[in-house]
């Protein structure tokens, strides 16, 4: 490897980390719809999100720092009980919010958790995340970009910004109008929120990036509750 791309790298470590994982994901997806289309299905679609992962692990060893212990984060799961409920509590309420809106106006919601979605399938849903696609990019986004720009910039500024990328990162997306995203305006301002929160998480638990996958991966679900006829409009946008 040239020494003026390693010093390179070393002078702008975050810019490589998110310009390679642009490229891998971006390339990937740009391939994808190349040859299948728009309408290729999830699974097709899962390794457009290993791009922060394959981002982190390239920089990582172009900056001639240790893959196995940057990768070994994924080791620190002893944080307490607490957090990971915490986590998973905070992100259940949020995502049955519209939901839990709904109700308050006075809609007819049920849980249709064990009874018109089967328990097996939030389990699925939530492992597949967690161990093959959303939940990885964690060791990029929190475990990698988070926790040095927050050294320059404070641990907000860092989260907002990792949410910006975030967001930006998913744009192939919104403007195909594919995989099941909100419209831009909704989901930029929830996925900011989505960064400060799991930033919160890494720092208060000392980098335990188990406790930030698991949250994660407790989005990524499908609803508790479940409204019956028509939802509120004030719900759809309010929350």
Known sequence: MPETIRSNVRRFPTATFFILTFLFSWGYLGLTFGLIGTGASGPVQVPFAWGPLFGGLLTVWLLGESVSGWLGQVGRW??????????????????????????????????????????????????????????????????????????????????????????????PFLLLGVGGFDSFYVYVPEVMAFSVLLGWLYNATKGALPVVMITHAAHNRPDLLGVSGQMPPLAQSVP
């Open 78 to 171: 002893r944080a307490g009980l607490r957090w990971y409920l915490l986590g998973i509590g905070i992100l259940v309420v949020g995502k049955e919010m519209p939901n839990l809106v709904a109700w308050l106006l006075g809609a007819d919601v049920s849980l249709v958790a064990g009874t018109e979605v089967p328990i097996v399938g939030y389990l699925v849903s939530m492992g597949i995340t967690l161990f093959v696609a959303g939940a990885l990019e964690e060791f990029g986004w929190r475990g990698f970009a988070q926790v040095r720009l927050q050294k320059q910039y404070g641990a907000v500024a860092a989260s907002l910004f990792v949410g910006g990328m975030w967001a930006l990162w998913h744009l």
